[in-house]
């Protein structure tokens, strides 16, 4: 190594440009170290106003950011569109397939892996094709041209049971997603679409929230929950607390709750009711003999390295340690802890156990409403919602289109304004976080929402 | 039709929701009669602008506004989502296909088509697979993958060779939309992508102009012509003119020119060369004994009305008569000529022939160059520019987002952001204007643009 008369930098791999690869790559960016930093994406996400991409409120571009924009001017950091398949971590290497040729050997000398989680159907991974989630852009496009297009169907139908099913919208869970989803929906249908359509008022569309527990976003805690059930309630949302959705369908959901089965049809069925870890928490797992939890996330030590090889960092939502949430707060403080301890490792310094500091939770309810828990405080409300507002702008702020998104805001709460409500009619789906057959079967129909044959009643 | 006690309303029909029927539209939305628009998409597109989603400047939702949003306080239109498959022109019924149901017949008393272009591949189907058009927002969404998507390639690259197949971008066509395109990409390359890459200069992008004339923008005449392809090459475009595409596959163009056969290795290709007429304008001819052109334009009587069928119009781009040029201020002109011609009828007045009041041309070539041609005036340069800048300014005003728009540009161009670079690497191909089973392979094959296996050079 000493034969070319200069030491070889150290080499650092992330995979994941999320919020768990990102602050680490800023980070090291500025020290000697070469990083390179692998996405199967060309963008970083703000997965939490997906939902106002679905709704037309904001554009793709206006969420997410490219990757090697965000890092532009980090010239030690490299960036590179490819799908990590694998490690080989006696070696020191990561397996990585790009588009455009074979898979490669990226070689590292220290790794963070933070490759985040997708949707889980709990084993029924065929009721993605007929109830998308929401953790790409790609299903935040879907989910726009399925309940822009339940609309239209609406308009379309011939007679008022079919109406009725374009009319209803069930979303499944109702954690922070599905409730912000749902009182979004109310409120598109309520203020922006009004005047639009001649066969109905599309304020009488009806959003149906579902979860098996007792109560919406029970993170926050009762009180705050039964403020939240208050606002959705307001809003016009059906909340339906304590059913299980046994079976999804093109025309509707089967729920089982105590009082026996039911079925409710509806041509527009989301899903934000699970996670599931990455498939690489696994790979590492079974490579170092780490345990996995039920959600296949990957045990950590406490530094949020693998056992046996401190080199090898695991960060974010595709790791269970402490108990900590999947949100993207961790995921950035993780991101940063495991870059700075590379650095202090470089330098001789001591490391020390990750610990994360809870800044608080907030989560909106339509609009001028939401709730917010910080530390002992907890707000609801308009209050809540000026929080959620400052949280969403500093977070957008790394995007440098933080205006122009609050001028998107600024007309879709106060006007009713919607302008991203385009819609391909030929646009096949995309990325459903679903095996590939049923990727391939949503691709092979061109309208997967829309179609009015088959099974359904008449 | 007494017999009520009632006049039945005059229904109007209306066949797209271009700029050839939305403005029919507006103004019988202010008059005694029932208006039916039909139309497969949900949007009305500005079409000019499509560049500037492909090259990453503005959103879908910014250049595009839905129909029934543009329509919402005309009470007595109706939008429907369907797609037209025949006219009956005896039975004076269109026969439409909404995608929830089985095909209607929607009878009308005066009819309006304005069915519009796709793109022409002069016999060569085959090439839409390799060489997009840009018609449609899936179009400009397409070529935004393959530009951005081109870029990744290059980076991820192992050889030169294949390096420098991924930085030429080959665009196929001079006309407006072609060198518009050309130029922003010049500009996206050189001042917006800076300092994104580390394993190449993004202004080392090569964009080859190709087109068999003899000049580009040809109908803006001699001298401004010139002027164009001055700005162009100093854009760093390469103008090959006199210049004709014999093939088109995945890994570049032949080009035959008077020096004989020529090969240009890149792996994207844009087809801006030729446009075709909807089929539904043949439907018309074939159906009331008119002629079409050579590009399938039905050929209409000065009234724009069809031969023995004064109740049927056809408008904008899908006809011929006198030349017209086929750009939006001929579709609107003739659309609204052709809702006037109804509501005189109605009224008992005399009508007249449709003549076009010619308000100027203007191109625009990378930032703050355009060409301008305005009655007898002739611009370049800045002056042209700021001329381009209001006319589009005018033109998305009805879209009511203008200032959105005006702001995007403002970092576009005299900062270096550009907000819409987000890509789905998982996004198969939307409606390239090509044949069904050319549109099957592309959904097919998941990175058309980017695979490096098959008949390509090592």
Redesign the interface.
Known sequence: MHATGQMARHRVVVVGGGFGGLPACRLLGRKPVDVTLLD????HLFQPLLYHVAT?IL????I?V?I??AL??R?NV?????EVTGFDLERRVVIAK????DAVEVPYDSLIVAAGVGQSYFGHDEFALYAPGMK???DALELRRRI??AF??A????DPDKREQ?LTVVIVGAGPTGVELAGQVRELAVRSL?????AFDPAAVRVVLLDAGKEPLAAFGDRLSGRASAMLEKLGVELRMGSRVTNVDAFGVDVETENGQERIAARTVVWAAGVQASPLAKMLADACGADTDRSGRVATLPYMTLPGHPEVFAVGDMVTLNNLPGVAEVAMQGSLHAANTIVRRLSGESTKPFRYRDLGTVASIGRFRAICSVRRLRLSGFPAWVVWLFVHLAFLNSF??R??AV??WFWAMVGR?R??????????G??LSAPESV?EKI?ASP?PA???TGAGPD
């Not at 554009?59 to 206006?62: H, T």
């Not at 790009?98 to 040729?101: A, L, R, T, W």
């Not at 308009?155 to 011939?158: C, D, K, N, Y």
């Open positions: 199967r994406r060309n963008h037309g554009s793709e571009g206006q997410a490219p090697r924009q532009h001017r010239e490299r960036v590179k569109l490819a790009p588009p455009v040729h790409t852009i790609d822009f297009g239209e169907g308009e379309l139908a011939t374009w009004r005047r639009n359509f001649r440098s289109n205006l122009a001028w998107r304004t302008h991203e409500r385009i819609f391909s009619v030929t646009h096949t995309g990325d990727r691709r309208f829309m179609q009015d």
